[in-house]
């Protein structure tokens, strides 16, 4: 998928755990984990800006489209 999500990266640069970051949003664990490892399929707006107020960052700085062109190196 072309979409890569940079969430644990985030998570670094605020020195943020997975439990601490799934209180601040109000989402269960394993959803968080699924979202971190670039698993899911879909993210809600409102996940998307419960995480973008709890890490202080833009929906840019969690999210990143890559061609597939870029992602198989062609």
Request: with cysteine.
């Amino acid at each position: 998928m072309p979409i890569i999500v940079n969430l644990d990266v985030m998570m670094a640069k605020r020195k943020i755990s997975l439990n601490e970051l799934s209180e601040k949003v109000d989402l269960t664990l394993s959803n968080l984990s699924i979202l971190k490892t670039g698993k899911a399929k879909a993210i809600r707006f409102s996940t998307l800006d419960a995480i973008c107020k709890a890490l202080n960052c833009q929906p840019a700085d969690i999210l990143e489209y890559k061609s597939e062109e870029e992602n198989t190196g062609n």
